[in-house]
């Protein structure tokens, strides 16, 4: 197309060098050209994507319960009686918007993940909001869903501040291309969303170990709040973890989709929330372009037939990080850019 | 991408093509100029009836111009205290247009003025003037026909065509004075000619032209033969001989009808002063002044009322802001707080001047999320909280409004010209992006959002655009294929360019 050769003239062109993706081109070549519009509900709204998770036997957080209407608001007393902690979402929510995460409560009063006190009252006009669609998408009536809080494994607890740490992995009709894990820190209030100041680290698909990590577009070391090196990040059951977001991308049918996935401390991977336009500071992350894996999986003229096993075999061999397999100490020129 | 792209590129095509045509169209057709202060050519003719009224019923009835060719005509006024007015336009007698004016009685010294205006417009073509006279058939005996057969004769053999014919045949008749002393003991040298020319087979007529000086006053009209070859004509001094220059002759009496009869009145003078004006373009299609559209391909907003005018001047400018917010917002990739928000903040600043509209709106942007930060601790349901928002916004209007006129500054007045149910959501999501993101998101939106208003407020404030939009109703449909195009751009946004910055340091 026009475009293209054009892109080669401007200042555009490092970026097309290096494969960016860019929020045009995913917006048309990718969103709407291979996400159908009628599915986008099942990944929009967390109840249909967990009852579809259900159905297909993927793990997803525990349903504690789901008020849908206003004169139900009442009731959210009783629903969160006796539990130690828990967390509030809209169904519709999008970008981290309006999720409450209470991760203490004593003496009737509710503790954020940031320490900060909420009493019942508070809880109460969140729901609301949540139902007055606030945070939903397009403004639209939505229904506040309560679910079990996630407790990190072990092993990435002291990579993350407060929240709980996700996995993010593109996966495109069907094939894993790129994933990052997302760091809450203390910028971001323990929300573990990029543009709200989380940190970004760049996985190799092939081994599951960091590539890179930024936090607000910038390259970082070591997480901001716990001081751990971040390139000692390696994700434990990595290749189920990619079984998984395979599994999750079949059953909805999307064919350019966001899988952001969990490890929980005893229930192991599960699903967190889907997302149909999935972001792409990703490739910063991974210090990558997606385009160039992305036409790779083009190339194959029609959805091959090939079974979750096969695709996770044939992204781990062709999709692997030059970064990250050399395993030696990280080689960063940070900041430092030499054109 | 995997569906052709042939139909949009036709689409798009269609649309360029059309655009371009109609503009085109209209800039060749109409003459309306590219720029808004082009100025054209304008001649103010006042014709002064003088007359001495004998105290009975009065009847004066003046030939008057229409538009013909090299002029058009674009307005024309009388003063005429106490006398009734008319324009008759009788084709039927061949009298063409005439101003009647009639009073029951009158004594004394009168004055009547006409005033016409003619733009000079060298693709004009008038219906009337261009009209051939039908050939009467001359019957002539005794002397007469023999020296009028001499003459035509002699300047038939030295001439080639109609107008070549009618020069010499007055050099012929200046030449044998004798012969012509005794034609015009008959009838004056202009019938002759004319009664020659139709001998001849050649459709001629004696006209009544002004000749156009700037600042000149008491001119009389003089009489010139108009000569007709096909379709054309040609303008010849009787007595010269030459031809006439149609770009500031003037014809003012073209039916061989009287220039001016009264009733009722003794010693009328009729004279003609006439000035030439500079006036811009876009004034006269303001005024209507301009010649407007005749028929459905002319189409044009200029055939509406002009109540309508003032209102679509408006809406057609909002495909301007629209575009401008594509651009920005996909090739730049600024972030606004509400899509096309910025476009009906632009509209407002139209209305209210650029300083009063910033001042307004960033007043009641704050006061109002101030208002909206004790709203939200009241635990309220989002569309009451938003209709209680709209009512303080109206609320704050009104005081702001009231406060500013008692005060003196009568342009607080034009606070209303905000949209309020805008503003209203403006302030409701800057409020809620206050608590999510804090208040820096809050600033880079607004901040944007108002960047954008103001881009756009200053494109669309632009005389040259206003004059664009307003009169080329094409242009429309570029807008149409320049938005279409944009909606189908895959490259980068230049604040991408920002954005993987890091990635570029690296393998570069």
């Known amino acids: ?339 | 991408m995997k569906t052709g792209r042939g139909p949009f590129y036709l689409l798009v095509t269609l649309l360029l093509i059309t655009g371009s045509l109609l503009t085109a169209y209209r800039y060749a057709m109409f003459d309306v100029p590219w720029m808004p202060g082009e100025k054209r050519q304008i001649w103010s003719v006042e014709a002064q009836v003088d007359f001495i009224a004998l105290g009975e019923p009065v009847k004066v009835s003046l030939a008057i111009p229409d538009s013909q060719p090299g002029f058009e005509r674009v307005g024309e006024r009388t003063a005429s205290p106490g006398y009734g007015l008319a324009f008759v336009e009788n084709n039927e007698n061949n009298h063409g247009r005439r101003a009647e004016w009639s009073i029951r009685e009158a004594q004394g010294r009168q004055t009547l003025y006409y005033q016409v205006e003619m733009l000079v417009d060298p693709d004009a073509a008038g219906a009337e003037t261009a009209v051939e006279p039908p050939i009467s058939r001359v019957r002539l005996d005794g002397p007469h026909a023999t020296v009028v057969n001499l003459i035509l004769e002699r300047a038939r053999e030295r001439s080639a065509d109609p107008y070549t014919l009618t020069r010499e045949l007055i050099h012929e008749f200046n030449r044998q004075s004798q012969s012509a002393s005794l034609l015009t003991q008959m009838k004056p040298r202009g019938a002759w000619l004319v009664d020659m020319l139709h001998m001849a087979g050649i459709p001629a007529r004696e006209v009544q032209a002004l000749n156009l000086e700037d600042g000149r006053r008491r001119q009389q009209v003089v009489n010139l033969l108009q000569v007709f070859e096909g379709e054309n004509y040609q303008l010849f001094d009787m007595h010269s001989g030459k031809p006439g220059k149609q770009t500031n002759q003037l014809l003012w009496e073209y039916y061989s009808a009287p220039l001016l009869d009264i009733v009722g009145g003794r010693n009328s003078r009729l004279s003609f002063s006439m000035i030439e004006q500079e006036v811009p373009v876009n004034r006269m299609l303001e005024e209507g002044t301009f010649p407007a559209a005749q028929n459905l391909l002319d189409f044009s907003i200029h055939s509406l009322p002009l109540s309508e005018q003032a209102l679509f001047k408006g809406i057609l400018l909002i495909p301007v802001g629209v575009l401008i917010v594509s651009l920005l917002r996909i090739i730049v990739g600024v972030r606004t707080s509400g899509t096309f928000m910025p476009v009906l903040i632009a509209m407002a600043f139209i209305q209210t001047s650029l300083l009063t509209g910033l001042v307004g709106f960033i007043l009641i942007v704050a006061a109002g999320l101030m208002i909206r930060s004790y709203l939200s601790r009241l635990n309220l349901l989002l569309v009451a909280r938003i209709s209680a928002v709209i009512i303080s916004v109206i609320i704050m209007i009104a005081a702001f409004s009231v406060l500013s006129y008692q005060l003196g500054l009568t342009e607080g007045l034009k606070i209303t010209f905000f949209p309020m149910i805008i503003l209203a959501w403006t302030i409701e999501r800057m409020s809620i992006l206050w608590e999510e993101e804090g208040p820096k998101e809050v600033l880079t939106q607004g901040g944007g959002s108002l960047m954008v208003a103001l881009f756009a407020y200053l494109v669309m404030s632009n005389d040259v655009v206003r004059h664009l939009t307003f009169n080329f109703l094409g242009l429309q449909f570029l807008f149409m294929a320049l938005v279409l195009l944009i909606g189908n751009y895959t490259g980068y946004r230049l604040l991408e360019l920002r954005r993987f910055q890091p990635m570029l340091g690296e393998r570069a």
């Open chain 1, 1 to 339: 197309m026009a475009w293209h050769r054009l892109m080669r003239l401007l200042p555009f062109r490092r970026l097309s060098e290096q494969g960016v993706l860019g929020m045009n081109r995913r917006n048309i070549s990718y969103i709407s050209s291979y996400n159908p519009r009628e599915l986008y509900p099942l990944v929009d709204d967390k109840l249909k994507t967990k009852r579809l998770a259900l159905h297909h036997g993927v793990t997803t957080p525990e349903l504690l319960g789901v008020i849908e209407y206003q004169h139900d608001v009442t009731r959210v007393g009783t629903l969160v009686e006796g539990l130690d902690n828990f967390c509030i979402k809209p169904a519709k929510g999008s970008g981290g918007k309006g999720i409450l995460v209470v991760s203490r409560v004593e003496d009737g009063v509710f503790y954020r993940s940031n320490g900060q006190e909420l009493s019942l009252r508070d809880l109460k006009r969140h729901v609301s909001n949540i139902l007055a669609g606030l945070f939903s998408l397009s403004g639209s009536p939505d229904v506040a869903v309560f679910e079990a809080l996630i407790e990190a494994d072990d092993s990435l607890r002291d990579y993350s501040f407060e929240g709980v740490p996700d996995v993010r992995i593109i996966v495109f009709r069907g094939f894993p291309v790129m994933a990052m894990m997302r760091l809450s820190c203390a910028v971001s209030h323990g929300k573990a969303n990029l543009h709200q100041g989380a940190v970004g680290v760049g996985i190799d698909i092939a081994s599951g170990a960091a590539v890179r990590a930024v936090q607000r577009n910038k390259l970082v070391l070591s997480h901001p709040d716990t001081g751990k090196d971040l390139q000692s990040l390696r994700i434990p059951q990595w290749p189920t973890l990619l079984d998984l977001s395979c599994a999750c991308a079949d059953m909805t049918g999307l064919g350019y989709l966001g899988v952001d996935l969990v490890l929980d401390r005893r229930r192991g991977p599960m699903l967190l929330e889907l997302n149909a336009r999935p972001g792409l500071t990703i490739q910063l992350a991974n210090g990558a372009g997606l385009l160039p894996r992305l036409r790779r999986i083009e190339a194959f003229t029609q959805v091959p037939q090939m079974t979750i096993a096969q695709r996770v075999a044939y992204v781990r061999k062709h999709f692997a990080s030059v970064d990250a397999q050399r395993n030696s100490p990280p080689q960063f020129v940070p900041e430092k850019c030499s054109g």
